[in-house]
């Protein structure tokens, strides 16, 4: 893992799935075009990221977020993948094949 603490593992993994995902909650909210536009902001925040490195990563961040409350955008569902993949990892650490079989 090259960033080591959780938090900020998590934080570039909901900006990877904000990137990708086609959340119905952003759609609900803001529509094809608030998604277009969540997916694409979350895709620069990611270039910050690997041009210049966590801090501006974090900032950029920051700055989407004010941006998605100005215009309604509520990356719910990005967020409960998110909620998934920690449950998934819990339960891998948690309960052996054995244990299970």
Do not use: H, T
């Amino acid at each position: 893992m090259k960033y080591k603490s959780r938090e900020k593992s998590e934080l570039i993994a909901l900006i990877c799935l904000i990137s990708r995902n086609n959340d119905s909650n952003i759609i609900a909210r803001a529509g094809l075009d608030g998604l277009d536009f969540a997916r694409g902001r979350a895709s620069r925040a990611l270039s910050i990221l690997e041009g210049k490195g966590y801090e501006d990563f974090v900032k950029d961040v920051w700055a989407m977020n004010g941006e998605f409350v100005a215009l309604n955008i509520s990356p719910g569902g990005s967020a409960d993948l998110l909620s998934v993949l920690g449950f998934l990892e819990k339960i891998d650490q948690d309960i052996s094949c054995e244990a299970v079989c």
